[in-house]
């Protein structure tokens, strides 16, 4: 079993930024692929942004695309998600998840292929 906790969500204004982490515990391998989704109230969950086990494939939403980044730190076990130029919109709940991938290096764009998921951070964005 796999835990994920994020932390680094917050209330910032439009144009700021923002630096969430996720962190993975217990059997984690080499074979997650890690993803960050957000929901605000109303709305549907939505993948953010996704990256493959190997690190070398990356996906955003079109309306994040050009202001996060997403990257790896194997070593920590830890998956970051990089917000600028933050919008009003951007506001939500926004969730790490990850699942087990024995045989591709890609990131899967529906949320029931995500196995664990992290308990959810606030980000706020103020204009």
């Known amino acids: 079993q796999v835990q994920l906790v994020e932390s680094g969500g917050g209330l910032v204004q439009a144009g700021g930024s923002l630096r969430l982490s996720c962190r993975a515990s217990?059997?984690?391998?080499?074979?997650?692929?890690e993803a960050w989704f957000r929901q605000a109230p109303g709305k549907e969950r939505e993948l953010v942004a996704g990256?493959?086990?190997?690190?070398?494939?990356?996906y955003f939403a079109g309306s994040v695309r050009g202001r996060f980044t997403i990257s790896r730190h194997n070593a920590e076990n830890t998956v970051y998600l990089q917000m600028n130029s933050l919008k009003p919109k951007d506001t939500a709940v926004y969730y790490c998840?990850?699942?087990?991938?024995?045989?591709?290096?890609?990131?899967?764009?529906?949320?029931?292929?995500?196995?664990?998921w992290g308990q959810g951070t606030q980000v706020t964005v103020s204009s």
């Open positions: 217990g059997r984690t391998s080499s074979l997650l692929v």
């Open positions: 998840a990850a699942y087990e991938d024995l045989y591709n290096d890609y990131v899967d764009l529906q949320p029931g292929m995500y196995r664990y």
């Open positions: 990256i493959s086990k190997s690190g070398n494939i990356t």
